[in-house]
C-alpha cells in the first residue's frame, strides 16, 4: 500500500523567509496531493492540493511543486508570516482507493520566529 | 464551503464506560466518512472508513469490536469507543467528503474539529 513520508519534522524560519516541507510516496497510482493546515488544538484545513497531471500550483504565498518521476512533492510558504505557525501534513491518495482514503505524512511542525 | 461538525469536542469517562462520537457533515451529503486518530505530535492515523448503509472498513490492527462505527445516514456518522481503558485516550477526528462536490472540490476532505477523550 501507499506510504508517505515527510521531511522535516520541526522546521523554524525567521518571519519573511521561506519554508519548504518535502514529501515522498511509495504508489506510483497516487494521482491527488493535498495539504492541510492544523493550528494548534484545531480541525486540519486544506491550504493547497495538486493534481497528478500537474508539476506547479501556486496561491499566494503556498506553491505546491509535484515531481512524478521522482515521488515527491514540495510545499513551498514564502514571505512567511507568525500566523504561518502550524503543523503542516501531506497526504496522498491513490488513484485505486475508491473511497478517497488518503494516506498522511508524520507532520511538519512550522515555527516561524517574529 | 463544507462544514463538517464533531461532538463531543472532548469528553472525560471512567474505565469500562462506552463513548460515542458524532459526526455530521451539516451542509452536504457524504456516503463516506473518516474516522482517525491523532496522538500528541503525532499524525493522523485512519482507523476506518465509515460507508453509509454498509459495514465500516477498518484498518488493519484496528479492533472494530471496540471501535464500533455506524453511518445510518448520508450526513451522519458515528463512532462509539466501548469499554474504554485509558490507553484509549486521545484525539478522535472525523472527516466526510461532498459527495458533489459543490460546497468544496470533489476530491477535498473536509475535517471535524476533533474529540478528546479521556479515560480515567
Known amino acids: 500500500g501507499e506510504n508517505v513520508e515527510q521531511h522535516p519534522s520541526t522546521l523554524s524560519v525567521q518571519e519573511g523567509d521561506s519554508a519548504v516541507i518535502k514529501c515522498t510516496y511509495s504508489d506510483s497510482a497516487s494521482n491527488y496531493f493535498p495539504w492541510y493546515k492544523q493550528e494548534l488544538g484545531k480541525r486540519p484545513q486544506l491550504i493547497i492540493d495538486i493534481r497528478s497531471n500537474v508539476g506547479e500550483k501556486k496561491d499566494q504565498r503556498i506553491a505546491v511543486t509535484l515531481n512524478k518521476t521522482a515521488k515527491h512533492f514540495s510545499l513551498h510558504i514564502t514571505e512567511t508570516q507568525p500566523e504561518d505557525s502550524a503543523v503542516y501534513f501531506c497526504?496522498?491518495?491513490?488513484?485505486?482507493?475508491?473511497?478517497?482514503?488518503?494516506?498522511f505524512g508524520t507532520g511538519t511542525r512550522l515555527k516561524v520566529l517574529a | 464551503g463544507a462544514v463538517v461538525s464533531q461532538h463531543p469536542s472532548w469528553v472525560i469517562c471512567k474505565s469500562g464506560t462506552s463513548v460515542k462520537i458524532e459526526c455530521r457533515s451539516l451542509?452536504?451529503?457524504?456516503?463516506?466518512m473518516f474516522w482517525y486518530r491523532q496522538f500528541p505530535k503525532q499524525s493522523l492515523m485512519l482507523m476506518a472508513t465509515?460507508?453509509?448503509?454498509?459495514?465500516?472498513?477498518?484498518e488493519q490492527g484496528v479492533e472494530k469490536d471496540k471501535f464500533l462505527i455506524n453511518h445510518a445516514s448520508l450526513t451522519l456518522s458515528t463512532l462509539t469507543v466501548t469499554s474504554a481503558h485509558p490507553e484509549d485516550s486521545s484525539f478522535y477526528i472525523c472527516?466526510?467528503?461532498?459527495?458533489?462536490?459543490?460546497?468544496?472540490?470533489?476530491?477535498?476532505?473536509?475535517f471535524g474539529a476533533g474529540s478528546r477523550l479521556t479515560v480515567l
Open positions: 451542509d452536504f451529503q457524504a456516503t463516506t
Open positions: 465509515s460507508n453509509e448503509g454498509s459495514k465500516a472498513t477498518y
Open positions: 472527516s466526510a467528503r461532498d459527495l458533489q462536490g459543490r460546497l468544496s472540490g470533489a476530491n477535498v476532505l473536509t
Open positions: 497526504a496522498a491518495r491513490p488513484s485505486t482507493s475508491g473511497t478517497y482514503k488518503y494516506i
